[in-house]
T-cell receptor, first 113, second 113 residues
Framework: GQQLNQSPQSMFIQEGEDVSMNCTSSSIFNTWLWYKQEPGEGPVLLIALYKAGELTSNGRLTAQFGITRKDSFLNISASIPSDVGIYFCAGLNYGGSQGNLIFGKGTKLSVKP | DGGITQSPKYLFRKEGQNVTLSCEQNLNHDAMYWYRQDPGQGLRLIYYSQIVNDFQKGDIAEGYSVSREKKESFPLTVTSAQKNPTAFYLC????????????FGDGTRLSIL
């Protein structure tokens, strides 16, 4: 089945540093989504990307839908302690999967004040 | 407020017991989903439902059952056949029209007594 490779698995950074994480797939997706999950809570949608090449920002977060439709990245600028959590990418292909998401395994972000 | 409500937050199961996790949404979403999350893993799809009175198995449906008698509700039963039920269970819903992302509840943590 389809799989997403998300990297890095974890990051330990200093407050104020920029962060970059990415997801790659062997298959094409029509939509890329980025979620953040904090301990004991459900994932919260950060950014949704619907077109190849699309670059979208949400505050200090920027995400891009790769031109090949097989990858996406998420950048966080000037990190702060509340950015701590697990970030998941998810791909959505309406072709045959009934709108079901394929998730990466997550990038765990730790921010040192 | 509109949203997805999962209950209970914590649940304990005894050997040989079936337990039911509740998921209710007031977003008028057509599609609903159940995921299982294990530490260090991405989300794995258990069951999904695109419409009332219809549901489909996901990737790890064995040992689980669902029903969709009402649009707002999609309860998940973890049966005694599920030998490793300890996990964090997440419910999600999505508006089936257009390119709409899935939105998640806050999860139920199930443990074995």
């Amino acid at each position: 089945g389809q799989q997403l490779n998300q990297s890095p698995q974890s990051m330990f950074i200093q407050e104020g540093e920029d962060v970059s994480m990415n997801c790659t797939s062997s298959s094409i997706f029509n939509t890329w989504l980025w979620y953040k999950q904090e301990p004991g809570e459900g994932p919260v949608l950060l950014i949704a990307l619907y077109k190849a090449g699309e670059l979208t920002s949400n505050g200090r977060l920027t995400a891009q839908f790769g031109i090949t439709r097989k990858d996406s990245f998420l950048n966080i600028s000037a990190s702060i302690p509340s950015d701590v959590g697990i970030y998941f990418c998810a791909g959505l292909n309406y072709g045959g999967s009934q709108g079901n998401l394929i998730f990466g395994k997550g990038t765990k972000l730790s921010v040192k004040p | 407020d509109g949203g997805i409500t999962q209950s209970p937050k914590y649940l304990f199961r005894k050997e040989g017991q079936n337990v039911t996790l509740s998921c209710e949404q007031n977003l008028n979403h057509d599609a609903m989903y159940w995921y299982r999350q294990d530490p260090g893993q991405g989300l794995r799809l258990i069951y999904y439902s695109q419409i009332v009175n219809d549901f489909q198995k996901g990737d790890i449906a064995e040992g689980y059952s669902v029903s969709r008698e009402k649009k707002e509700s999609f309860p998940l039963t973890v049966t005694s056949a599920q030998k490793n039920p300890t996990a964090f269970y997440l419910c999600a819903s999505r508006n089936d029209r257009g390119l709409q992302a899935q939105h998640f509840g806050d999860g139920t943590r199930l443990s074995i007594l």
